[in-house]
């Protein structure tokens, strides 16, 4: 089966990490990429950060460039967003994405930044 699973998120205070996880099912991370999606209440779904499939180069939206890293542990088959020096305005409900055409979504992992 096909799937995508995040887990990490939660609530914290401005400044503070957080390390968000996508488990693939039914296909690696080697060899398909995978993106990190995020929405906001009332705003447009955006790009956070990708990660290619094969060498793995990763790209990031300039909102999040420099705080946040996405990273992927083959073993696991595991696609990590580490989120570090949190914003209130970084909240929001967090997607993983990928598989074959990047059919495939996560169900979603809120974090929630105040103070």
């Known amino acids: 089966q096909v799937q995508l699973v995040e887990s990490g998120g939660g609530s914290v205070h401005p400044g503070e990490s957080l390390r968000l996880s996508c488990a693939a099912s039914?296909?690696?991370?080697?060899?398909?990429?995978i993106r990190w999606y995020r929405q906001a209440p009332g705003k447009e779904r955006e790009l956070v950060a990708e990660i290619t499939n094969g060498p793995g180069h990763t790209s990031y939206a300039d909102s999040v460039k420099g705080r946040f890293t996405i990273s992927r542990d083959k073993d696991k088959n595991t696609v990590y967003l580490q989120m570090s020096g949190l914003k209130p305005e970084d909240t929001a409900v967090y997607f993983c994405n990928g598989g074959y055409l990047y059919k495939t979504w996560g169900q979603g992992t809120q974090v929630t930044v105040s103070s």
């Open positions: 039914g296909f690696t991370v080697l060899e398909y990429g």
